[in-house]
Nanobody, 129 residues
């Protein structure tokens, strides 16, 4: 069982930056692939970024590539999302999620909600234009 708690959301002007954090409970954090997703009202939750268990491999949605950076600190049971050059369209509730490794579904499936076993409650990010 893994519990995830996000923090760091807030209101920021377009062009600004925010850093989201996700703290995980349990002693097996380093056995989970971690991901960030986001959701706006009336839309499906969408993939933002993911990071491998050891933090070596990362993957981003095209919409955030070059602006967002995902990282993790296994000693602190935490994963982060550094968001720079924020745009109004980045406004959403951001969720972190954990997928048990080794993941046998293939890399494309790690961009889907079904791949992840545990979810946080979300943190609101609002970007004013």
């Amino acid at each position: 069982q893994v519990q995830l708690v996000e923090s760091g959301g807030g209101l920021v002007q377009a062009g600004g930056s925010l850093r989201l954090s996700c703290a995980a409970s349990g002693r097996t954090f380093n056995s989970y692939i971690m991901g960030w997703f986001r959701q706006t009202a009336g839309k499906e939750r969408e993939f933002v970024a993911r990071i491998s268990t050891g933090g070596i491999s990362t993957y981003y949605a095209d919409s955030v590539k070059g602006r967002f950076t995902i990282s993790r600190d296994n000693a602190k049971n935490s994963v982060y999302l550094q968001m720079n050059s924020l745009k109004a369209e980045d406004t959403a509730v951001y969720y972190c999620a954990a997928a048990a490794a080794p993941f046998r579904g293939g890399p494309d499936r790690l961009a889907t909600l079904a791949a992840y076993n545990y979810w946080g409650q979300g943190t609101q990010v609002t970007v004013s234009s």
